[in-house]
């Protein structure tokens, strides 16, 4: 039986049946006062900047990561392990906050669903959280698209600064999956419509205001990191900013309250910090800096976690997001299920519940490999199996050992079932790791390599591709971001989350694949190189039964199907 079917309920009827704190007690627990707050209503609230001003010189917690394998169809619960663990820590008398990514519009209504965790282990609000928050995403869409339009004004206006409507980067962007929007034409009509040529969208969680956002330290970072971003390039082949389109402090101010983090809880009251929410497959895959470096103020651990399997998520939080906010993780959770493991060795999904000590060894390897891969960081790993019923004895006991065999302390979660209580194991497991191994974290390539070399060691090291091959275009691409000085900065790799590879199709772990570059393009205000692999979309389609057709709202107000 799966293990789903223990509880009888789904996540959404769990999450509406808690009892929910006032989130001014939810804050009180962390020293927060009411005065420190802006409230949403009575569960949802930004921390203020004076707060975040007052706690600056305290000392940081411990900060863990929680990262996966590559996810497949079977499950593997990243989040759901992220705010159990947050609170077996409260259980354990810790003082713990979790921080996480807000979710994105396109895929509650899409394939993948919300991302509040799940069964005894969500964050609440789960609804408001999933189905537009605080309002951050439509924040940062509007100041998206006011760059835009003012880009296609000052071209209407006379172009005074020779902008070639033939080199304009900059696209709209939507927090919805609509594939009709990838690829359009702008400017239909007459004269006074604006000048006709090719436009495309963006999901608002691959904006670069996006990443700005996520990665600017305060309101100052946030406006010169707007003011540098590349809009266009003129007639003579060089860059155009938001800053010369005058577009920098209209976009700041539509930031303003998106820029302070949100604070909720977990079912069981634990903090929840949570703020931004670029993917990982297509942007930087972290929740903003802000919220990380301030939870690290205000608690002893802080549990936050990256975007999809480690090869995406984990690499850029270590090579993005710690190199530019200076942030050194102390340990790593790296989650797994038997299940996933099983279809990783090529087992139908339906028959995932029978046991299969083959298919284990033969997919284990992709668990292998993100254990490799995170220990060339120098930083601790733990990994966790996220239980099902159907686990059996004999094939827990396979992973256990072949994490012991890899110098990983080995633990089981059931956080789902039981929340809290059912990560105890886990969290005591971090605790031993933390106290009996240290962190020698370091990114793994420096700043002075060439574009094309880090990329290179991206996709061997990380992927382990045995090649990876540069279309023309993007060796074009790559030698002109360096003649314009982009060359230092690091790479943000765009590519499929289902498979080491760039193709996913292949599961387990890949040899002998080439890495395939079709386009290399700079995000100057967030700070990198943005490098598109295979086939990979920066504006997601629904799939041919989208969530979206079981989501409801009853008479008096009760919204059904959210997952």
């Known amino acids: 039986m799966h293990r789903r079917r223990m509880l009888m309920k789904s996540d959404i009827e769990i999450a509406q049946e808690a009892q929910l704190y006032p989130i001014t007690e939810v804050a009180q627990l962390l020293g927060i006062t009411t005065d420190d707050l802006e409230l949403y209503g009575n569960y949802k609230a930004k921390i203020s900047d004076t707060y975040l001003k007052k706690i600056e010189n305290n000392k940081n917690g411990k900060l863990i990561l929680v990262t996966a394998i590559n996810p497949t169809p079977a499950g593997e619960g990243k989040t759901t392990t992220s705010v159990g663990l947050g609170q077996a820590f409260g259980k354990l008398g810790k003082k713990a906050v979790i921080a996480l990514r807000e979710p994105s519009l396109g895929p509650c209504f899409g394939i993948k669903g919300g991302a509040a965790g799940g069964g005894m282990a969500q964050v609440v609000p789960m609804e408001d959280l999933n189905l537009h928050f605080t309002g951050d995403f439509h924040a940062i869409t509007s100041a998206n698209n006011l760059c835009a339009a003012l880009l296609d004004n000052h071209i209407?206006?006379?172009?005074?600064?020779?902008?070639?409507?033939?080199?304009?980067?900059?696209?709209?962007?939507?927090?919805?999956?609509?594939?009709?929007?990838?690829?359009?034409?702008?400017?239909?009509?007459?004269?006074?419509?604006?000048?006709?040529?090719?436009?495309?969208?963006?999901?608002?969680?691959?904006?670069?205001?996006?990443?700005?956002?996520?990665?600017?330290?305060?309101?100052?970072?946030?406006?010169?990191?707007?003011?540098?971003?590349?809009?266009?390039?003129?007639?003579?082949?060089?860059?155009?900013?938001?800053?010369?389109?005058?577009?920098?402090?209209?976009?700041?101010a539509l930031l303003k309250d998106a820029m302070k983090p949100n604070l909720i809880q977990t079912l069981e009251h634990t903090p929840a910090i949570i703020h931004g929410g670029p993917f990982a497959n297509i942007a930087h895959g972290c929740n903003s800096v802000r919220a990380t470096k301030a939870a690290l103020k205000m608690a002893d651990y802080v549990v936050t976690e990256a975007g999809f399997g480690a090869d995406l998520g984990a690499e850029k939080f270590f090579d993005i997001k710690c190199r530019q906010a200076g942030l050194s993780p102390d340990a790593v959770v790296l989650v797994a299920t038997i299940r996933a493991l099983k279809y990783n060795g090529g087992v139908a999904k339906n028959n995932l519940d029978t046991e299969n000590l083959q298919a284990l060894e033969k997919g284990i390897v992709n668990l292998e490999k993100h254990i490799e891969n995170l220990q060339k960081y120098g930083v601790p790993v733990v990994v966790t199996l996220n239980a099902f019923v159907s686990d059996t004895p004999t094939e827990i006991n396979f992973v256990k050992k072949f994490c012991s065999d890899r110098n990983c302390d080995f633990a089981l979660s059931k956080v789902w079932e039981k929340g809290g209580e059912g990560g105890i194991d886990l969290a005591n497991a971090i605790l031993h790791t933390l106290e009996t191994k240290e962190s020698h974290f370091a990114p793994i390539y420096q700043d002075e390599l060439p574009i094309a070399e880090k990329i290179q060691c991206v996709a061997k090291e990380i992927y382990g591709a045995a090649e990876v091959v540069f279309a023309?275009?993007?060796?074009?691409?790559?030698?002109?971001?360096?003649?314009?000085?982009?060359?230092?900065?690091?790479?943000?790799?765009?590519?499929?989350?289902?498979?080491?590879?760039?193709?996913?199709?292949?599961?387990?772990?890949?040899?002998?694949?080439?890495?395939?570059?079709?386009?290399?393009?700079?995000?100057?205000?967030?700070?990198?190189?943005?490098?598109?692999?295979?086939?990979?979309?920066?504006?997601?389609?629904?799939?041919?039964n989208p969530a979206a057709y079981n989501i409801d709202v009853t008479d008096n107000g009760i919204i059904k199907g959210l997952f």
């Not at 436009?199 to 990665?215: G, Q």
């Not at 030698?479 to 060359?487: A, H």
């Open 156 to 252: 209407q206006q006379g172009n005074a600064l020779g902008i070639d409507p033939r080199q304009i980067v900059w696209k709209r962007c939507l927090d919805m999956n609509d594939r009709v929007l990838r690829n359009v034409v702008v400017g239909l009509g007459n004269k006074m419509d604006g000048f006709v040529r090719e436009d495309h969208f963006v999901i608002t969680v691959a904006s670069e205001i996006m990443a700005v956002l996520c990665l600017a330290d305060d309101m100052e970072d946030l406006k010169n990191r707007l003011d540098r971003m590349v809009v266009a390039y003129n007639y003579n082949g060089e860059p155009i900013t938001a800053g010369q389109i005058k577009a920098t402090g209209a976009m700041a």
């Open 472 to 544: 023309p275009a993007a060796m074009k691409q790559i030698e002109k971001l360096e003649e314009l000085g982009f060359g230092t900065l690091p790479v943000c790799m765009a590519k499929t989350q289902y498979s080491l590879s760039d193709d996913p199709s292949l599961l387990g772990r890949p040899k002998d694949f080439a890495m395939n570059i079709r386009e290399v393009y700079v995000s100057a205000g967030a700070g990198f190189v943005v490098v598109l692999t295979g086939a990979i979309m920066t504006m997601p389609g629904l799939p041919k």
